[in-house]
């Protein structure tokens, strides 16, 4: 049976036909096949009886009344239970698509046209009851926006027989008494911490129907991890029940006890950043392990380390990923599961940025499915003056998501809701959103008034029965369960409830610091710097050198690389020559990866470099086919390197690979600014997760973040890093010496072995720490920042403080103190100046800060007179306001700055005025 694709009558094709050649071509669709093809119109306009071909001119109205329903049923749909949700309805009446005058009892033949519980044929009145119990009930969809149309037309045969799934009696009465219990939990919190802000569940308890449902249905489909991103409504409800977090370790918190083991180094969090990890078995081959990330109250900011988790996960699985040639479709093993807030996710530029990275190849994780708990309200503010768009979920159409609106007053539907996502997820291995509109009962917390900007919003919450009371009332009705089933239901959980809270004193918190894959690992040491040897023999030096430039012999290498960058880097290495910048970050990368440490390298253009450097990537110059060379180092390689050119984006991407690194210690993931300054469009990653996830959580990570730095006349934006931010987010101490604890490692190498230790330290050492490398730019190519492969061979480590062998030392009255780039300007202004009675000392490593082998070199000049420290940067800016304190209360010496002024931006824009700032930067340290 073919009827036309472009979805208009059979009387308009005749009227068209009478116009036009009869052998003209129409674009035709074929309901049994599900494809489109083309035929010529006398094929399809055969002659027939009067009454044929009626009837088939009713179908094709038929089938635009349908498509109708299917593309505008949701503006009709029964989706708030409050009824305040202001939207413009769609016309879906028969007179519209000339159905008026059909009789409402004749049968038509529903294939191609409708799916309607395996029936055959339907009378027209029972395909306008299923077109509206399907898309005009208490769960509507919104599909009108894919493009693919076999995924729409598949999508819609699911949704059209699922209203005849069943929801059994046993797990609808289950369903009540989970709801009741959540009721019963707030309840009790309500009476025994009034004045704690639990961000209760109470209007949408119908979220922990959909959750109950989905760890069930995903234990169904052998899916071993879930990871879950969340923010605080209902998350303490989510927590204690389905998750078997221990209410008498809450009920501890809440009294303003510590949530940490005992002896561990940490801070905490607040009661809503809760977390837990948990098996959850459902008696099928293997529990399904549930991850609740802790979350910062940065809304929607968990979005991206939330699937970064996952997509680690399902590294560590090979849960089809691309280093396991025989890995079936990412995603079997592991789901990503986020709730969204309606007001957040409409309105935080990260959601955009998360959804971007959805489907793209080093991004992906098989689908993640979308919750949003959608209040109708932000704090204060009112859905239609959070955002532009008619539903909080439009943002989603941007990548193709389905949209499922669902009733929160209806947790059945959230039951049904829950196993189309599921089934979409699993088919196409794409997202999907599932739009829970429900209301909160009480203010954005518990201790809150809404009724003073929101009155008839809450009159009507006031007035109406709560989730749980209401269905548990419905089953009562239908005779499913008694009454005093229910009501014993609660009284047992509360009873519950209240011996936990007596043992609440006495709850021990939970261990799961440094278990599993970190087990072994260690929190670092407060005490000390410990120096690590990093070296690698000279032989396997060489042997990955090579491989990092090999290609295939039928690969087309550019010819200019294949002279400058495939055929110096192996004369130079055969000939023991220096290593420069790029060289020296693939003997580190192509020995870790030796030694079977999966290597990320992601970020914007980074397989070549942004600076045209690093080449780690080849492109094909006949067929732009990929290469990376570091991926066939050997024959058996078990480990890789993933190379990601990334989207332009900074705060979802760095998340993302921020969320990779706590999954797994032996994965270094790097990421890498296209320059420094750009770092700034992901601050919300660095304040909330970066620099104090291990402090709050004691979740270490040892995320490496690349930052090209250096004044080199560019202007404001492409110039610093802003070290100076970073060093203000350390724990280092004024007063007292650092040691490997400190919350996040800052350092400036100035030499490519330097930076080849740090990156291997990253892997070598028994603790994670964050890596901020303020990396160069003129450095790169620079002939006099070179190192030797004996610099990087056994018993090599990264040094902390580079001394001045240069010097006679007897002769040193002045020690210049710098950091960076800037050393090579000095060390040239020396010369020229001949001022060989001043020692420069470089600072590789800032935080922590180096006090005890500062105080070593200097022990080897004991006539200096003068103190120097000098910077490139503005005052304002760079390592001064942090260094300054630390050489006066630890060393006893007070500094004299050299460098830039104050400024506004982190440098000018004018040509001649830089020029003048490096003049006088350089002459204020060395005096011609």
Known sequence: MWRTGSIVSLKKLSQFVQRSNSNVTWRLYHAQSGCFGYRPLSQVLVE?????????????????????????????ADVDPLNTFKRNESDLSLHKFGLDDVNLNKKFKLSGLLHCNGQEEASMKEILE?????????????????????????????????????????????????????????????????????????GAESMLAFFDELFLQSSYCEIQDLVLGMPHRGRLNLLTDSLKFPAAQMFSKMKGNSEL???????????????????????????????MLPNPSHLEAVNPVSA??????????????????????????????IVHGDASFSAQGIVAESLCLANLPHFSVGGTIHLIVNNQLGFTTPGERGRSSMYSSDVGKMIGCPVLHV????????????????????????????????????????????????????????????????????????????????????ADYTLFLNEELKQSDNAVPLTTHLGGHWK???????????????????????????????TPES?????????????????????????????????????????????????????????????????????????????????????????????????????????????????LIIWEAQFGDFFNGAQIIIDTFISSGEAKWLMQSGLVMLLPHGYDGAGPEHSSCRLERFLQLTDSKEDAPDGDSVNMHIVNPTTPAQYFHLLRQQMVRNFRKPLIVVGPKLLLRLPAAV??????????????????????????????????KHYYALVKQRETTNGMDTAIIRLESLCPFPYEFIRQELQKFPGVKEFIWSQEEHRNMGAWSFVAPRFENLLGIKLKYVGRKVLAAPAVGIGKIHQQEVTDILNGTLPK
């Open 48 to 76: 027939g009886s009067k009454d044929a071909l009626e009837n088939r001119n009713k179908n094709a109205d038929i089938l635009r009344l349908v498509t109708a329903y299917r593309e505008q049923g949701h503006k009709n």
């Open 130 to 202: 299923h077109l509206e119990n399907v898309y005009c009930g208490q769960l509507s969809v919104e599909v009108q926006h894919i493009v693919d149309e076999s995924e729409k037309l598949w999508l819609a045969a699911l949704i059209e027989e699922s209203v005849h799934w069943p929801v059994e009696t046993e797990r609808q009465v289950h369903l009540a008494k989970l709801l009741l219990r959540s009721q019963a939990f707030d309840n009790f919190l309500a009476k025994k911490f009034p004045t704690v802000k639990r961000y209760g569940a109470e």
């Open 261 to 291: 083991p005992q002896g561990a180094q940490g801070i905490g969090d607040v009661l809503s950043h809760l977390t837990s990890s948990v098996d959850l078995d459902f008696g099928h081959k293997s529990p399904l392990h549930v991850t």
């Open 308 to 337: 970064g988790k996952a997509r680690g996960r399902q590294l560590t699985l090979k849960d089809g990923c691309y280093s396991d040639s025989k890995a079936g479709p990412i995603g079997d093993k592991v789901l990503n599961v």
């Open 407 to 490: 009733n929160g007053d209806h947790p059945e539907e959230l039951v049904r809701a829950c196993r189309l996502a599921l089934e979409y997820r699993m088919k196409y291995r794409k997202d999907i959103i599932v739009d829970m509109i429900c209301y909160r009962r009480w203010g954005h917390n518990e201790i809150d008034d809404p009724s003073f900007t929101q009155p008839t919003m809450y009159q009507k919450i006031e007035n109406r029965g709560t989730v749980p009371d209401i269905y548990a009332e419905s089953l009562v009705t239908r005779g499913l369960v008694t009454k005093d089933e229910l009501t014993k239901e609660t």
């Open 520 to 550: 072994g690992l260690v929190q670092a040491s407060e005490e000390k710097i410990t120096i690590w040897d990093t070296g690698v023999p000279l032989e396997t030096l060489l042997f990955v050198g090579v491989k990092s430039v090999e």
């Open 555 to 667: 690969f087309h290498i550019h010819p200019h690389l294949k002279k400058t960058h495939v055929e110096a880097r192996i004369k130079k290495l055969e000939n023991g020559g220096d290593v420069d910048w790029a060289t020296a970050e693939a003997l580190a990368i192509g020995s870790l990866l030796y030694q079977g440490y999966h290597v990320r390298f992601s970020g914007q253009d980074v397989g070549r470099g942004t600076f045209s450097h690093r080449h780690a990537m080849l492109v094909d110059q006949s067929t732009d086919e990929m290469f990376v060379p570091l991926n066939t180092i050997s024959e058996h390689q078990k480990a890789f390197l993933e190379i990601v050119n990334s989207p332009l984006s900074e705060e979802a991407c760095l998340g993302f690979e921020y969320g990779m690194s706590v999954e797994n210690p032996n994965h």
């Open 787 to 820: 190192s030797s492969l004996h610099e990087m061979g056994p018993r090599t480590h990264f040094k902390p403080v580079l001394g001045d062998d240069i010097v006679d030392r007897a002769s040193v009255s002045r020690v210049v103190f710098c950091s960076g």
